[in-house]
């Protein structure tokens, strides 16, 4: 399967409230773009928000397009984000090329830390055989599921969790609320909705180990 990514701005830099520098990039991993977020190290500062359980900066996989904000302090040798990185993943002919998947994921970092609002959202739409070359403006997109939280960099964790998915076949509706929690794996909140989804012969059974 193709991944392909869609553009949001025309220009490479441009300027923003307050001196900062709005930066846009296509078709690259966060490990290329050589302003270190992405790595989650426990021993270390936030720079990336647990969306994937299976993200790494320089999978190919995670190939996006999008802009980051620097700070007007930055330099060549010190990068300072100062605002909001947005990221888009598009992904032509999954589900054995039946469907495409969009997902934008955005968050904020204030002086060079992690900081503030989270929003995650997950659109899809049929294929009518559209490719990297295709131009996607008319491509009529669904939200399926979104996630929103507020980063609390103080403590490292996340605040005010909200997750919606919108179950088109079933016409059936789910909401996860959550006031405070270290993570927010995707699979995690799926994982959520099937346990309390599921028939009583499908349940899982939970016993007590001792070790």
């Given at each position: 399967?193709?991944?392909?990514?869609?553009?949001?701005?025309?220009?490479?830099?441009?300027?923003?409230?307050?001196?900062?520098?709005?930066?846009?990039?296509?078709?690259?991993t966060i490990g290329e773009l050589e302003i270190g977020i992405?790595?989650?190290?426990?021993?270390?500062?936030?720079?990336?928000?647990?969306?994937?359980?299976?993200?790494?900066?320089?999978?190919?996989?995670?190939?996006?397009?999008?802009?980051?904000?620097?700070?007007?302090?930055?330099?060549?040798?010190?990068?300072?984000?100062?605002?909001?990185?947005?990221?888009?993943?598009?992904?032509?002919?999954?589900?054995?090329?039946t469907m495409n998947y969009k997902e934008v994921l955005s968050f904020n970092f204030v002086n060079g830390e992690m900081n503030g609002n989270i929003s995650y959202n997950f659109y899809s739409s049929e294929n009518n055989e559209e490719t990297e070359e295709t131009n996607l403006d008319n491509v009529?997109?669904?939200?399926?599921?979104?996630?929103?939280?507020?980063y609390d960099g103080n403590e490292g964790v996340y605040r005010n969790i909200n997750f919606m998915y919108d179950e088109d076949v079933k016409k059936e509706k789910?909401?996860?609320?959550?006031?405070?929690?270290?993570?927010?794996?995707?699979?995690?909140?799926?994982?959520i909705i099937d346990l309390n989804t599921c028939t009583e012969?499908?349940?899982?059974v939970f016993s007590k180990v001792k070790y």
């Open positions: 399967m193709k991944t392909h990514i869609l553009i949001y701005l025309f220009s490479a830099v441009s300027v923003c409230a307050l001196g900062q520098k709005k930066v846009t990039f296509k078709d690259k992405g790595y989650n190290n426990p021993d270390m500062r936030t720079t990336f928000p647990d969306i994937w359980d299976d993200f790494e900066p320089y999978s190919e996989d995670y190939i996006f397009s999008g802009y980051y904000t620097l700070d007007p302090k930055s330099t060549a040798e010190e990068v300072i984000l100062n605002g909001e990185v947005k990221l888009t993943k598009i992904e032509l002919g999954a589900a054995e090329g009529k997109w669904v939200k399926q599921a979104s996630l929103s939280a507020v789910y909401t996860i609320t959550r006031r405070k929690a270290n993570q927010l794996y995707l699979s995690n909140l799926w994982t012969d499908e349940k899982p």
